[in-house]
């Protein structure tokens, strides 16, 4: 096994900061590649949306590509974004009110998981579930949810730990490789409701996270790839090929992941990402040691 990926942050010509990145790349089941330890044991924060939401792309007929976008997205709460949120809500006669994510600038539907809090509540209502505590431990749409993640992990249930993530839903503890074999499926379009997923996801990129986000610029620099990234740090991908990846920060900076992935993957156009500072000059870069 290759020793893990080093990313480098670098202002004026002084190295401020350099992180290490595990990653791993599965096809069929089986590693292909790895840096540092796939077996590494995370949580899947929100690189698990678009698994979370193959329930209702499985079953919910004529789900606009938009909805089922942020339905998998974590967003910049732009207009954009926003809107398909609203749509979201008004496919089940929802309102803002009902999302329990908590609030951003004063909107529930600004957070940036609002998307999947929108998905998950037109789940409940479709079913009859009860919607107050929707996001918790032993609700239908948590238990569902995690019977599908247990499926394209391929482990049981039962043996995944749990937690309560950023914005109140539950989340998984998988290790890397895991989560590389469930975005292998998804690459495959194994697991029922992928097809419309990935369709999703290909056609609207810019939904999944917005301007700079790590996610949307690498499924822009890579057409027919799927990218989704989470909190401390996490990146899962989905080749055209049907490979897997995941790409983990192990001290949590998400500034390092996609440097690591294109270095990992061999994208040179991704390999050195910019640093800004509030005036929005160009003071430094980020790029995985060479």
Known sequence: MASPISVTVERGGVVEARHTVHAVAVREDEVVEAAGNSGLVTFMRSVAKPLQALPLAGEEAGLPVEQLAIACASHDGL??????????????????????????????????????????LLRAKRHGWPLPGYRLAGHPVQEEAA????????????????????????????????????????????????????????????????PGA??????????????????????????????????????????????????FLGIDELAEQPVFNSRGEHVGHVFPAR
């Open 214 to 263: 790590g996610d949307t610029a690498f499924m822009l620099a890579s057409p027919g790839a799927l990218a989704k990234r989470g909190a401390e740090g996490l990146l899962c991908i989905s080749l055209a090929d049907g490979t897997g990846v995941t790409i983990k920060v192990e001290d949590g900076a998400n500034r390092a992941a996609l440097p690591a992935a294109a270095v």
């Open 79 to 120: 207009p954009e974004h926003l809107a398909a949120v609203q749509a979201l809500l008004a496919r089940s006669g929802s309102s803002e009110d009902e999302l329990e994510c908590g609030a951003e600038s004063g909107s529930r539907a600004r957070h940036n998981c609002s998307g999947k809090h929108a998905a998950m």
């Open 147 to 210: 019977l599908v993640v247990a499926e394209a992990t391929g482990l049981e249930a039962g043996d995944i730990a749990t937690a309560v993530d950023g914005c109140g839903v539950v989340t998984f503890a998988v290790s890397l490789r895991a989560m590389a074999t469930a975005f292998a499926r998804l690459a495959r379009r194994e697991l029922p409701g992928s097809e419309h997923v990935a369709a999703a996801m290909i056609a609207r990129p810019e939904l999944i996270g917005g």
